[in-house]
Nanobody, 115 residues
Framework: QVHLVESGGGLVQPGGSLRLSCAASGSIFSIIAMGWYRQAPGKQRELVARITKEASTKYADSVKGRFTISRDNGENTVYLQMNSLKPEDTAVYYC?????????WGRGTQVTVSS
């Protein structure tokens, strides 16, 4: 089992920045990739960014150049730095950890971009 705890969400004005954190505990040795997904009201959950154990990254087209995913292996934590935020970035952001055959999810953290 892997336990994920997110932090760092909140309310920010358009153009502002936020940094999300996700701390993993438990069977972390089995994790081969971690990432962030988001779900806006009435929409499907979508991938925002993902990073593998080898530090290979993948981003949704909508966030490329604005968001950066990184990980601290020593602290088993993954970060999402979000810059130049837009109202359409408003959503609940979920941390994900993938082990072969299993996805683990955090409870989510709300990000609201509004003036």
């Amino acid at each position: 089992q892997v336990h994920l705890v997110e932090s760092g969400g909140g309310l920010v004005q358009p153009g502002g920045s936020l940094r999300l954190s996700c701390a993993a505990s438990g069977s972390i040795f089995s994790i081969i990739a971690m990432g962030w997904y988001r779900q806006a009201p009435g929409k499907q959950r979508e991938l925002v960014a993902r990073i593998t154990k080898e530090a290979s990254t993948k981003y949704a087209d909508s966030v490329k150049g604005r968001f950066t995913i990184s990980r601290d292996n020593g602290e088993n934590t993954v970060y999402l730095q979000m810059n130049s935020l837009k109202p359409e970035d408003t959503a609940v952001y979920y941390c994900n950890a993938y082990s072969p055959g299993t996805d683990y999810w955090g409870r989510g953290t709300q990000v609201t971009v509004s003036s």
